[in-house]
């Protein structure tokens, strides 16, 4: 062999190494990034979630949500007592709606969320809405009630809690708890329906209003 056969053959050994040393590196590199990403995402997860738990201690004087009424709830004891001029028995369903709840905040702040409760777990949501007022029920998270007499506006928009929707994508009913007006934004699996229930909600808050002023 000749000193450049020897000269190549030791050229291209070296290279050999050099490259699998070079893909060792890259590997340990490789491990190293995804571990920084793994502690960064860990990190931003726990200041959501420190940041979550600040926000409930802050709305911590935001009262118990009303319960659903029931004839039960009256006759048999159970669950707690309606409020004040809230009546026993709900009576029949007015209108009904399956969809999202997107979150609540305080009235006219669409970015100012609402968490105490369990009003900030965005969930499905079934609506009803009778003469007692809108009962909202969602899977796999807190049920609410928000009495007749509690309602002050219906109207669509298309954002809350930082959800953004097309324009009108969003049923955005306003409601008193408290001392404080609510927000609450829900979207229909049936957008169209979203017209229906601005009116009939509106319709019953006027009335109920008339009527308040009358007695």
Do not use: C
């Not at 109207?155 to 408290?178: N, P, S, Y």
């Amino acid at each position: 062999m000749t000193p450049a056969t020897w000269l190549a053959a030791g050229l291209a050994t070296g290279l050999a190494a050099d490259k699998k040393s070079a893909e060792v590196t890259d590997w340990t590199a490789r491990i190293g990034w995804l571990v920084g990403l793994a502690l960064f995402v860990a990190l931003v997860y726990w200041l959501m979630r420190e940041g979550w738990k600040w926000r409930s201690t802050l709305q911590g004087d935001l009262p118990e949500l009303p319960a659903r009424p029931s004839p039960t709830t009256t006759l048999n004891g159970g669950g707690k007592p309606p409020q004040p001029g809230m009546p026993s028995d709900p009576g029949p369903a007015k209108l009904s709606m399956t969809g999202r709840y997107h979150g609540s905040t305080t009235a006219g702040q669409w970015l100012d969320r609402i968490v105490a409760h369990g009003l900030g777990t965005r969930s499905r949501a079934e609506l009803t809405l009778t003469d007692a007022g809108l009962d909202v029920v969602r899977p796999g998270a807190a049920d609410f009630f928000v009495p007749a007499a509690a309602l002050r506006e219906a109207r669509l928009d298309k954002g809350i809690a930082g959800k953004v929707l097309t324009e009108g994508g969003l049923l955005i009913v306003t409601w008193q708890h408290g001392d404080r007006l609510i927000d609450s934004g829900f979207r229909s699996d049936r957008a169209a329906e979203h017209h229906e229930w601005v009116t009939a909600l509106n319709s019953m808050i006027k009335t109920t209003s008339t009527e308040g002023a009358e007695r």
